[in-house]
């Protein structure tokens, strides 16, 4: 699936440091997702396992700022629930 993001969205995803993908589950997320953008075009490609796990880290470990960070990256595009 390919999703256009917005800068804001690009913006909030860039956020984290690549230096810190060894540093947890989130952080790896996040730094394989920033791997995946265009920076050019602003499209990222996301597959079926990359979307259920983008979900599972916004609602299924607790809260923390995981949640709204995933969702205000990827919410506008797969709405609400993340793809669920």
Do not use: H, I
């Given at each position: 699936m390919n999703i256009p993001l917005t800068h804001?969205?690009?913006?909030?995803l860039f956020l984290q440091d690549p230096g810190?993908?060894?540093?947890?589950?989130?952080?790896?997320?996040?730094?394989?997702?920033?791997?995946?953008?265009?920076?050019t075009t602003g499209e990222i490609i996301l597959t079926s396992v990359l979307i259920e796990r983008i979900a599972r880290y916004a609602f299924d470990y607790g809260?923390?700022?995981?949640?709204k960070r995933l969702v205000g990256i990827f919410?506008?595009?797969l709405?609400?629930?993340?793809?669920?």
């Open positions: 804001g969205e690009m913006d909030a810190t993908e060894g540093d947890g589950g989130f952080q790896s997320l996040l730094v394989k997702l920033q791997g995946r953008v265009n920076r809260n923390g700022g995981w949640e919410g506008r595009a709405g609400p629930r993340l793809g669920r």
